[in-house]
Nanobody, 112 residues
Framework: QVQLVESGGGLVQSGGSLRLSCTAS????????MSWYRQAPGKERELVAA????????NYAGSVKGRCTISRDNAKNTVYLQMNSLKPEDTAVYYC?????WGQGTQVTVSS
């Protein structure tokens, strides 16, 4: 079955950077579009970024465009989210998504 394991979250000061990773198994990774979502306390889960199967097409939420970069390494079955210039409003649990399956999430906390 689809398994997604996120890592790389943590506590960072405003303006800092983090790189999230999501390692996938249970499906043909190189054939799957991948996405990152986030959910802040009391808010609905929202799409942050998405990348096509070969990495040629990416999409970003307006709130992170210019600050985040989604990428993937199909040889490692891993998708990344590089986040720069982090803001307190980026604080959330970040989830990897593929085929409507979710990982356990990784907490990102940005202090002001």
């Amino acid at each position: 079955q689809v398994q997604l394991v996120e890592s790389g979250g943590g506590l960072v000061q405003s303006g800092g950077s983090l790189r999230l990773s999501c390692t996938a198994s249970g499906f043909t990774f190189s054939s799957a579009a991948m996405s990152w979502y986030r959910q802040a306390p009391g808010k609905e889960r929202e799409l942050v970024a998405a990348i096509s199967s070969l990495g040629r097409t990416t999409n970003y939420a307006g709130s992170v465009k210019g600050r985040c970069t989604i990428s993937r390494d199909n040889a490692k079955n891993t998708v990344y989210l590089q986040m720069n210039s982090l803001k307190p409003e980026d604080t959330a649990v970040y989830y990897c998504n593929a085929f409507s399956s979710w990982g356990q999430g990784t907490q990102v906390t940005v202090s002001s």
